[in-house]
């Protein structure tokens, strides 16, 4: 809710860490695209490539992807060699957990990979070397949290859906006592709810700011999916 075209998106830079099929990827373009055309005609359009960072892991998804994303800006009507200038400037096929990143960012949103602790055994003793969230036994989108809120800019906001289990399991308890310390504005819990139709995640939506604690937060437990808008049910 923070990057929207009626904000100063040419001054602002987003991140996403797992862009995957461009859910978010897409619409964050479309708004960027659309301020520009509305506030900045005339300017220098090179100046859009420090605007957007986005990371992909899978070098398959990240060409389909990368591939959608030239076609949206060409059917902008922005030149090819443009296109692929901004494209190189905005995505990186890499590890968002490994990969440096020219932070900080001022919105940090996206949907961080559902990977269990099983998968990553071989990256614990590096994970446990540098993230404060860690436990031996936590899946792999706690320690997207942590580094999301470390590359965030003072005043900045971060949104991510992750699972709930960080809430009740024991795998949790170094992120809840991390959390302690940070500024929640919302989390949305929607439970055992399908969201995604391919897999059961429990997912929630964690809102945070880098701003000064208020100790007040928004909690929202979602009990149907028949809505039009999440908005308009909260």
Known sequence: SEYTADSPLIA???????????????PAIERLLDYWTT??????PTALSACIQAVELHKETFETTRRRVLAYLIMREISSE??????????????????????PFDVVVGNPPYVRQESIKEMKEYFSSRYQTYQGTADLYVYFVERGMSLLR???YFSYIVANKWMRAAYGK?????LKERQIEEIIDFGDLPVFEQATTYPCILRMSKKIQDNTIQVTNVDTLSFHSLDEYI
């Open 154 to 156: 003072d005043g900045g």
């Open 174 to 178: 170094p992120l809840r006592k991390w």
């Open 12 to 26: 602002m830079r987003l991140l996403e860490p797992s862009f995957g099929d461009g859910d978010f990827l897409l």
């Open 82 to 103: 443009l296109a692929e200038y901004l494209v190189d400037g905005w995505l990186i096929n890499g590890d968002y957990l490994l990969t440096e990143l020219r932070g």
């Open 39 to 44: 506030n900045c005609s005339g300017s220098d």
